[in-house]
């Protein structure tokens, strides 16, 4: 009695879970997140495009640490916008979005990469105005084109001596 009813039991678990499972995977709203551009500084704009009809349900949302949660915009059909401004404190990476449709959330990892700034030190900017070098340069130019053209004058007029 104990092994049929346990067996039971066990045939209504499986049976439960076997016609649940195709019900929990059927749901892939949205199938692909994309960002345009997808490589960008900290502090600029960036348009997320998901795809998918779930997402063009009013109330849906995309976030990441990058940037705050933003609601998405219906483009019509199955698509859905998002113009987010990336933190000016973001550090340099690649990043990961939720969104949030139909109350669902699902994440998409490496749709966009922040790129760091420069560490630039004084280069050539630590002098103001020309530098002696590029005064002896110009001071050589000069004497250069006063030289051709005395040359180019005194010859013109021994010609017309002649």
Do not use: H
Request: proline share 4%; charged share 10%; glycine share 14%.
């Amino acid at each position: 009695m104990r092994t049929t009813r346990a067996l039971v039991v066990s045939a209504a678990t499986a049976a439960a879970v076997g016609l649940a499972a195709p019900a929990a995977s059927a749901w892939d709203q949205p199938s692909s997140v994309t960002a345009a551009p997808s490589v960008i500084a900290p502090g600029g704009q960036l348009v997320l495009t998901a795809n998918g009809s779930a997402c063009t349900v009013n109330g849906s949302t995309i976030s990441s640490n990058a940037f705050p949660t933003t609601k998405f915009k219906s483009m019509g059909g199955s698509t859905a916008t998002a113009t987010v401004t990336v933190n000016s404190n973001a550090t340099a990476g690649s990043y990961s979005v939720t969104t949030r449709c139909e109350g669902r959330p699902q994440t998409f990892s490496g749709v966009f990469t922040v790129i760091g700034g420069v560490r630039g030190g004084l280069g050539g900017s630590s002098s103001i105005g020309a530098t002696p070098t590029d005064m002896a340069i110009g001071g050589g130019l000069v004497a250069a084109a006063l030289v051709g053209g005395g040359v180019f004058w005194m010859r013109r007029r021994s010609e017309s001596r002649i």
